[in-house]
């Protein structure tokens, strides 16, 4: 997702108003922040940008990881072993993948495969984003049926908490 980010909201990061509008975004992270981008050389070349640009700004995090690539495919495989059959998993299911490794207790929101809500209301591939859904990406790239199904059969079984109503905060 970081790569999206950077290519659209941050236009590659190639001046200094992107690059300062970006730091700003991440200061919100304050002490941690870890960045996986092996999913594709492009994705590792964002990865690389966003890096040197936090480097060169007056933010402090304590900690600034950088995800092995063997990570990325350990957890790739794992969702594969469960049914996934897809060109490479979503971000979503990447880091709800690496929440269970983690994590004694994981409680999912936001996660919903569909183009519309259960009222009909159409939603957007990104919640960040103010554009329509974009099926065709969806079904190139992804499958978010089968990483759906995954998490319901998680549910299931009480191995995660999924969410799938309004947020009432």
């Known amino acids: 997702m970081l790569g999206v980010k950077i ?5 590659e990061l190639q001046n200094k108003k992107d690059k300062s509008k970006f730091i700003a975004y991440i200061k919100q992270y304050q002490s941690y922040l870890w960045i996986s981008g092996f999913t594709s050389l492009k994705s590792f070349e964002y990865t690389k940008l966003a890096m040197r640009t936090i480097r060169r700004s007056d933010m402090k995090l ?4 950088l995800g092995h690539p063997t990570h990325w495919y350990a957890m ?3 969702l594969s072993n469960r049914g996934l059959n897809a060109s ?7 880091w709800l993948s690496s929440a269970l490794t983690m ?10 495969p569909f183009s519309t809500d ?18 065709e990406k ?3 790239v992804h499958r978010f049926d089968q ?17 799938v109503n309004k947020c009432k905060c």
């Not at 490479?88 to 990447?94: F, I, K, L, R, V």
């Not at 009909?120 to 919640?127: A, E, T, V």
């Open 88 to 94: 490479y998993a979503s971000t979503g299911a990447y």
């Open 147 to 163: 990483e759906f199904s995954i998490i319901i059969d998680l549910h299931m079984k009480g191995i995660i908490q999924l969410h």
């Open 118 to 135: 259960q009222n009909g209301k159409p939603l957007n591939y990104h919640y960040y984003e103010n554009s329509a859904p974009l099926v």
């Open 138 to 140: 969806i079904i190139k």
């Open 62 to 65: 304590k900690i600034l990881l």
């Open 103 to 112: 994590c004694d207790k994981v409680n999912l929101y936001g996660f919903w």
């Open 7 to 11: 290519q659209g909201r941050y236009n």
């Open 76 to 78: 790739s495989k794992f």
